[in-house]
């Protein structure tokens, strides 16, 4: 006579075994060598480009210039930080606008993405945004211009950021409507608190 124990363990292997057949996975543990899926879901998903730096010094000032003017209280720009940031940031330019871009084989989607090279022919904007490498404790300063906004409908964002520290006054709290909008991500210890 079998034991009630002994019905159990049979059962649970039972259910492992026809549990894992149908998820796709082998006795030994290991999913089919050639799964079949649909074709929308073997696509790679796309490396978005490295972002380009802002190099021009009239861009540069103008990017400062309108940080100065945006910020305000404990995170203001000090005559001390704008020189530093002048001599040591990275400044970037992104622009959030409406663009095609191609998710599923052979069609195009409407997105709402970001472009680091605004009035370049051939780039327009990407999703994921395009990516900002820098190196630990190193100040950047990115200016966000949103034309995602059309004369029937109103669009605002709120702009966040993975991957890196930034300060709060700089990631995810203010909206972004037509107006550019300046984002410091510096080092707390350049911070003027």
């Not at 074709?39 to 010094?57: G, H």
């Amino acid at each position: 006579m079998i034991s009630r124990r002994e019905i159990i363990k049979i059962v649970l292997v039972g259910v492992l075994v026809l549990g894992c057949s149908t998820i796709g996975i082998n006795a030994f543990g290991q999913a089919p060598k050639s799964p079949t899926c649909r074709a929308f879901f073997c696509n790679e998903l796309p490396m978005p480009r490295f972002a380009q730096k802002v190099t021009d010094a009239g861009e540069i000032k103008s990017i400062l210039d309108q940080a100065t003017t945006e910020a305000s209280g404990s995170h203001r720009i000090t005559p001390q930080l704008r020189t530093f940031l002048e001599q040591h940031a990275d400044f970037y330019e992104i622009t959030m606008e409406r663009a095609l871009q191609q998710i599923l084989p052979g069609e195009k989607t409407e997105i709402w993405g970001y472009n680091d090279r605004p009035g370049v022919p051939g780039f327009t904007a990407i999703t994921p945004g395009p990516t900002i490498a820098t190196t630990r404790m190193h100040p950047v300063v990115i200016r966000f211009t949103n034309n995602l906004s059309t004369p029937t409908e109103p669009v605002e964002t709120i702009v966040h950021y993975h991957g890196g520290h930034t300060p709060p006054s700089s990631d995810g709290i203010r909206a972004i409507s037509s107006l550019p909008l300046t984002f410091l991500l510096i080092p707390e210890f350049f911070s003027t608190r």
